[in-house]
C-alpha cells in the first residue's frame, strides 16, 4: 500500500480520513479512503466533491492535493491532503477543547485563524458545509487546519447570504468559549445579546465582561437579514483580529516559539 495509516481522524457512513505518511519520502498529511463495506458509489461521489472543492481553494489553513491518484490503493480515493506545517502531533481541536477551558486571548487567535480560513473558502465562492471543531485541525506548531470538504458545495450568489458556514461559525465561536456543545448551542440560538452574556457568564465566570462583550456579536444570531452581517468574513475576520488585539491587560496571546 502506498501509505501507512498513523492516526484516524474521521470516520463517517462512507469515509475514513487519515492521518498518514508516504514510507518511500516521508510525507505526511491527509488521505481520505472509502470504508469497508460502504456505498462504494455514494462515497466516490462524496470523495469527487472534495476533490472538486479543494482544486478550487487556496489559502492559510486550508489542505491542498499532493496525490489524487486512485487506481493504486484498494478501496481508497488516493486522496492525500497536506500543507506545509508540521503534522507529527496534530489532533483535531474538539480534543484540547474537552481538555480544559481555553483564555481569552487563545480563543480571539483561534477564531481568526478560523475565519481566515473560511473567509479564503466563500472568496473562492464555495462552502464548506460542516465547519466545526471536528473539522478543524491544530497543530504541534500552532496552525489550524481546515478540512473535511465532502460536504462541500458551490455559493449560488450574492443572494446566498445566510450560509451553514456562518451559522456553523457561531456555533464554533460559542463552543471555543463555554467548551459544552449544549451551552454554545443556546448562546449561538439566541439574538439577544444580554441573555447571550447570561448564558455565558454562568459557564465562563472567569472570562472578563468587557472581552466578552466585544466577541459576543461574533457569536449571537444575527437579527438582521442583511448580506452585508451575514456573509461579509472580511468584517468577520477584522472583528477577530481587534479581539486578539484587545487581549488581557493589554498582552495578546501568541504562540510559544
Same mark, same amino acid.
Given at each position: 500500500?502506498?501509505?501507512?495509516?498513523?492516526?484516524?481522524?474521521?470516520?463517517? !457512513?462512507?469515509?475514513?480520513?487519515?492521518?498518514a505518511?508516504?514510507?518511500?519520502?516521508?510525507?505526511?498529511?491527509?488521505?481520505? %479512503?472509502?470504508?469497508p463495506?460502504?456505498?462504494?458509489?455514494?462515497?466516490?461521489l462524496?470523495?469527487?466533491?472534495?476533490?472538486t472543492a479543494?482544486?478550487? #481553494?487556496?489559502?492559510?489553513?486550508?489542505? +491542498?492535493?499532493?496525490?489524487?491518484?486512485s !487506481?493504486?490503493?484498494?478501496?481508497? @480515493?488516493?486522496?492525500? +491532503?497536506?500543507?506545509?506545517?508540521?503534522?507529527?502531533?496534530?489532533?483535531?481541536? &474538539? @480534543?484540547p477543547?474537552?481538555? /480544559?477551558?481555553?483564555?481569552?486571548?487563545?480563543?480571539?487567535?483561534?477564531? /481568526?485563524?478560523?475565519?481566515?480560513?473560511? +473567509?479564503?473558502?466563500?472568496q473562492?465562492?464555495? +462552502?464548506?458545509?460542516?465547519?466545526?471543531?471536528?473539522?478543524? =485541525? =491544530?497543530?504541534?506548531?500552532? /496552525?489550524?487546519? #481546515?478540512?473535511?470538504?465532502?460536504?462541500?458545495r458551490?455559493?449560488?450568489?450574492? %443572494?446566498?447570504? !445566510?450560509?451553514?458556514?456562518?451559522?456553523?461559525f457561531?456555533?464554533?465561536?460559542?463552543?471555543?468559549?463555554?467548551?459544552?456543545s449544549?451551552? @454554545?448551542?443556546q448562546?449561538?440560538?439566541?439574538?439577544d445579546?444580554? %441573555?447571550?452574556?447570561?448564558?455565558?457568564? %454562568? @459557564?465562563?465566570?472567569?472570562?472578563?465582561?468587557?472581552?466578552?462583550?466585544?466577541? #459576543?456579536p461574533?457569536?449571537?444570531?444575527?437579527?438582521? $437579514? $442583511?448580506?452585508?452581517?451575514?456573509? &461579509?468574513?472580511?468584517?468577520l475576520?477584522?472583528?477577530? #483580529? $481587534?479581539?486578539? =488585539?484587545?487581549? =488581557?491587560?493589554?498582552?495578546?496571546?501568541?504562540?510559544?516559539?
Amino acid at each position: 500500500m502506498r501509505y501507512a495509516f498513523d492516526a484516524l481522524l474521521l470516520r463517517d !457512513e462512507l469515509t475514513e480520513l487519515w492521518r498518514a505518511h508516504n514510507p518511500s519520502t516521508g510525507q505526511v498529511g491527509l488521505v481520505r %479512503q472509502i470504508r469497508p463495506g460502504a456505498n462504494a458509489d455514494a462515497a466516490a461521489l462524496a470523495i469527487e466533491r472534495e476533490t472538486t472543492a479543494l482544486r478550487h #481553494l487556496c489559502g492559510e489553513g486550508l489542505p +491542498q492535493i499532493v496525490d489524487a491518484g486512485s !487506481e493504486t490503493v484498494p478501496l481508497s @480515493a488516493g486522496l492525500f +491532503q497536506t500543507a506545509d506545517i508540521d503534522w507529527s502531533t496534530a489532533r483535531r481541536l &474538539d @480534543a484540547p477543547l474537552a481538555e /480544559r477551558p481555553l483564555a481569552a486571548q487563545k480563543i480571539a487567535w483561534l477564531l /481568526r485563524l478560523v475565519a481566515e480560513a473560511a +473567509q479564503s473558502v466563500a472568496q473562492a465562492g464555495w +462552502q464548506h458545509g460542516r465547519l466545526g471543531v471536528d473539522r478543524l =485541525l =491544530l497543530t504541534a506548531d500552532h /496552525r489550524v487546519l #481546515l478540512f473535511d470538504f465532502t460536504s462541500a458545495r458551490r455559493l449560488s450568489g450574492p %443572494q446566498d447570504t !445566510e450560509s451553514a458556514d456562518r451559522r456553523d461559525f457561531r456555533r464554533l465561536a460559542a463552543r471555543l468559549i463555554v467548551r459544552s456543545s449544549a451551552w @454554545a448551542e443556546q448562546v449561538a440560538a439566541t439574538a439577544d445579546q444580554g %441573555q447571550a452574556l447570561s448564558l455565558v457568564r %454562568q @459557564a465562563r465566570p472567569d472570562l472578563p465582561v468587557s472581552w466578552l462583550v466585544e466577541v #459576543l456579536p461574533l457569536v449571537v444570531r444575527p437579527s438582521s $437579514s $442583511s448580506a452585508a452581517d451575514q456573509s &461579509d468574513w472580511a468584517r468577520l475576520v477584522s472583528a477577530c #483580529l $481587534s479581539l486578539e =488585539l484587545l487581549g =488581557l491587560r493589554g498582552s495578546v496571546w501568541r504562540p510559544a516559539a
